[in-house]
């Protein structure tokens, strides 16, 4: 069944030493040099865009790289400033939009802690989550021994926010415009790349159900009701998902 | 309080600290004190699971059917198009990654070519 999720046998191994932890860390470095990081810096390309035609200096616009890092949030943020909102306004649409970061971490949390892993870790590593690299650890932390997960996970996230903050500098400085048929497919290759990866990292066939619904819902409740659009098809979606998730269940053991 | 309304170099900082990181920050530490709460294998995870991968799904979908920036003025059937055509690549040559993101920009730029 799809839903077997594997257990790594090696949880009652010793405390994993400094070196294997940096070779994990290294591992997870080279991960983030990957399809899916080359993607994301290309998404990146476009923000820098965004934040230097909304009048962001280099210095604000790198610093907010790192500080919010998911990209959703920070276009939010870019449009709350542009648009002259106050602080409090500004705060509460960007933690509107960021909502999803909750369940995803929720998710995240009990494949990435091993048997003892600080708290503080765990809140730590939390800071690099977003679309990116919640997709590439829901796919490939399975395959990795549980208690070097953090690291592999701290070497991964780190390095996508530290690349990103060069690639966002660089381009700031460098780009005034791209070609539109270039900055068109550069555009696609975000969706495209969560698209076929969010399939691929789904653990039970709920999670396909989830996908279907929530790309429809998506920008169906974004005409409807928009500024409710995505927390609204996460609820609907995973509702559905999760009823579907227990009823095969429940045939399965008829 | 805008983030043009003082006019010191560390305002848009504090702006950006307090607009940004802890309107983010915040729900990803509430997802940590949550998520260290459930066990692994229990059904409340499926439903989270199943709640948050619709969510990242709907920012797919608006990203294709919504998108900003040069994509917007391409045509919605020539993206749904590309994303449809790209993601059927994805499941039927192997469901690799990289064979459907070439697909969806082959089938972009083709169209492009053919309809600009």
């Given at each position: 069944m799809l839903c077997a999720s594997a257990m790594p046998a090696?949880?009652?191994?010793p405390i994993p030493d400094f070196s294997i932890r940096r070779l994990w860390y290294l591992r997870g470095v080279r991960a983030a040099f990957s399809v899916p990081g080359l993607i994301l810096a290309s998404a990146f390309i476009g923000f820098a865009g965004l934040a230097k035609e909304a009048g962001l200096t280099l210095v604000q616009t790198v610093f907010m790289v790192g500080m919010v890092w998911a990209l959703p949030a920070k276009v939010v943020l870019v449009g709350a400033i542009l648009s002259g909102t106050s602080l409090p306004a500004a705060a509460f649409a960007v933690a509107l939009s960021s909502i999803r970061l909750a369940p995803m971490v929720v998710a995240l949390v009990p494949e990435m802690?091993?048997?003892?892993?600080?708290?503080w870790v765990l809140y730590f590593l939390?800071?690099?989550?977003a679309v990116t690299s919640w997709v590439l650890a829901m796919e490939r932390?399975?395959?990795?021994?549980r208690d070097v997960r953090t690291s592999y996970y701290a070497g991964l996230g780190s390095t996508l926010v530290l690349v990103n903050m060069v690639v966002v500098g660089v381009v700031y400085v460098l780009a005034d415009s791209l070609p539109p048929v270039v900055s068109a497919a550069l555009f696609l290759l975000t969706p495209m790349y969560f698209l076929t990866s969010l399939w691929g990292s789904a653990r039970e066939r709920a999670g396909h159900v989830a996908m279907a619904i929530g790309l429809v819902l998506g920008p169906l409740l974004h005409l409807v009701v928009p500024g409710f659009d995505l927390l609204g098809a996460g609820l609907i979606g995973g509702s559905i998902a999760f009823a579907f998730h227990l009823l095969s269940r429940r045939r399965a053991k008829r | 309080m805008t983030f043009d309304a003082l006019d010191t170099w560390w305002w848009p900082f504090l702006f950006i600290l307090v607009g940004g990181w802890l309107a983010t920050d915040a729900w990803r530490f509430l997802g940590v004190y949550l998520g260290d709460r459930?066990?692994?294998?229990?059904d409340l995870l499926v439903l989270v699971r199943a709640l948050a991968t619709a969510l990242v799904a709907a920012v797919i979908g608006n990203l294709i059917?919504?998108?900003?920036?040069?994509?917007?003025?391409?045509?919605l059937a020539l993206r749904l198009g590309a994303a449809a055509g790209g993601f059927l690549a994805y499941l039927c040559l192997g469901r690799k990654v990289l064979v459907g993101i070439v697909a969806a920009e082959v089938i972009l730029l083709a169209g492009l070519w053919i309809w600009r």
């Open positions: 090696d949880d009652a191994s802690r091993g048997p003892r892993t600080p708290r939390s800071h690099f989550v932390l399975r395959g990795i021994p | 459930i066990s692994d294998d229990s059917v919504f998108p900003s920036g040069a994509l917007a003025d391409m045509s």
